[in-house]
């Protein structure tokens, strides 16, 4: 019997060997013929845990076949830059290294030993890249990961400006120097605003204006997915429907790669084996996938530190992000916008129609939560809800029509004297702040971006392998709800649910408050106006 000894991998980097991983043979293939091959030098800038180290590393081992490639990186090399002598020598150091480990001739490797000039370092540094590129008996292909942790220093910013200049003049056939150089990074060095001054002003600087737009996909989309779920399944057999799990893990992630590798790790780690799921062929199922998800959402992770930190350091984005959270307003995406390109950079939102979204569902849930937590302290719906929670939950199951029932009395003593204007712009957040402590460590929810907007937002509850598909929306006439209700008895069929809710808040002064049952064929709507 064949000892498994393979883990998904959450950590810095994935190994093949060690690790079930997303297949990106053909990923690296398409970047060495668009990107190598051409001498293009480019950045790879996505956001924190995006899988770029895993992408250089299996790319080094490609690029090996016809290439040097020399990897270094600059994480806790805070030392090289007390000086030009030392920036040129650390620099020297590392390069020296890779070379030795690429087995480069030993002439090279001996003439590149050779010392750094005190008064000329970076000169020096730049001659031995032009000797070691010219005599080279194979192109050689330079990559610096983590580069952004010294985009702000001085040093780094000449010595990527002698990389450029040495390209240009590569290009005008009166140099050597690498093949491509890659950086890779979270932020984007041609955009950083650098603190370069002693007084610490700050300004724009492009010394990378030479490197090609990177355009390659780093997500995993569902297909892919899929894939590394039948190398699992080949070991495991749980009987697992890997289109449909692949499909799911995708739908919460959008390809995001260390929440679909983190997914896989949970199901299979730590629900496989308990009393809920007690084989991996019960937990590779679509209860399994939700399960994993909440787990992910509700621990503490660096990646959603990082977003949260980022968040208070930058409180126009903050404001975007919860005006499309809680008010659906949409809101147009321009890359010349420096909050919302920063957040593009980080992978916190991304374009769809050219308007911003939130990158995906792990991280909107995330979002909606960190938003809520500000006002749960003292807030008189939650406490609400948590005093009336035990009339909800009756024998593990949610009783939705009571907890909406429930909601509208609380709705009609708090706010009903409020004004249309901040119903409107606070409705679903209202609506959010009940339903969080009843199902908060045992259910789950998350917001249909697809159907979201100013006027309407469906609410997916998971509690206890139950769905459950609530859309809250504005009074805007009988024509408009007729026509939200088909839309909605479209969506449950899509979840293949036979009941839907319908919480209406209503400005009409001739309105009927109070509950109504209606039959679509065979869907059941049941809504309540408030």
């Not at 076949?65 to 920036?87: A, P, R, V």
């Amino acid at each position: 019997m064949r000892l498994i000894l393979k883990k998904f991998n959450t950590a810095v980097v994935c190994n093949p060997k060690k690790h079930y991983m997303v297949d990106i043979t053909g990923r690296v293939e398409r970047i060495i013929e668009n990107y190598i091959e051409p001498g293009n030098y480019f950045a790879i800038n996505r956001g924190r845990q995006y899988g770029k180290t895993t992408t250089l590393n299996i790319l080094a081992e490609k690029l090996r076949e016809n290439y040097y490639c020399l990897q270094i990186s600059f994480e806790g090399g805070e030392e090289l830059f007390q000086s030009d002598y030392t920036f040129a020598a650390g620099v020297l150091d590392l390069i020296e290294e890779q070379l030795e480990l690429e087995s480069v001739p030993e002439n090279l490797i001996k003439k590149w030993k050779d010392g750094i000039d005190a008064e000329r370092p970076l000169q020096t540094l730049g001659k031995r890249i032009t000797e070691l590129c010219r005599f080279s008996d194979r192109p050689i292909v330079l990559m610096i990961d983590e580069v952004d942790r010294a985009s702000n220093n001085q040093r780094m910013i000449s010595f990527l400006g002698m990389l450029r200049d040495k390209y240009i003049k590569r290009e005008n056939g009166r140099t050597w120097t690498f093949q491509s150089v890659i950086l890779a990074g979270v932020y984007d060095i041609r955009n950083l605003k650098l603190k370069i001054r002693a007084e610490e002003s700050h300004q724009y600087n492009s010394p990378w204006n030479v490197a090609v737009s990177f355009e390659e996909d780093l997500s995993f989309n569902a297909e892919e997915i899929a894939g590394m779920l039948i190398e699992y399944e080949q070991d495991y057999h749980t009987g697992m429907d890997v289109q449909e799990i692949a499909g799911l893990i995708y739908e919460y992630t959008s390809g995001y790669p260390v929440l679909v590798s983190g997914i896989c790790k949970k199901i299979d780690e730590c629900l496989a084996g308990t009393s809920a799921f007690s084989s991996r062929a019960e937990a590779w199922i679509p209860e399994g996938v939700a399960e994993a998800v909440k787990l992910i959402e509700h621990e503490n992770q660096p990646l959603f530190e990082d977003m949260i930190k980022q968040l208070k350091d930058f409180p126009q984005l903050k404001d975007i992000i919860r005006r499309i959270l809680f008010e659906g307003e949409s809101i147009a995406f321009n890359i010349y916008n420096d909050v919302l390109n920063l957040a593009k950079m980080f992978d916190y939102i991304k374009s769809v129609n050219g308007r911003v979204a939130v990158a995906n569902r792990i991280f909107e849930v995330v979002l909606y939560d960190y938003f809520l937590s500000e006002e749960e302290t003292g807030n008189v719906t939650k406490k609400d809800a948590e005093l009336n929670k035990s009339q909800f939950i009756v024998d593990g199951r949610l009783d939705m029509e009571m907890l909406l029932q429930k909601f509208a009395e609380h709705y009609a003593y708090v706010y009903a004297d409020n004004d249309q204007k901040f119903v409107e712009k606070y409705a679903r957040k209202i609506f959010l702040l009940y339903l969080k402590p009843v199902i908060n460590g045992t259910g789950n929810y998350y917001i249909e971006a697809q159907t979201r907007d100013e006027k309407k937002t469906d609410i997916i509850v998971d509690y206890h392998a139950e769905q459950f598909l609530i859309e809250t929306k504005i009074w805007y006439g009988q024509k408009y709800n007729e026509e939200g209700e088909k839309q909605l008895c479209g969506y449950l069929d899509r979840l293949q649910l036979k009941k839907g809710y319908m919480l209406t808040f209503s400005f009409n002064k001739n309105k009927r408050t109070g509950i109504q049952e209606r039959k679509y064929g065979e869907k059941v709507l049941w809504e309540i106006t408030v």
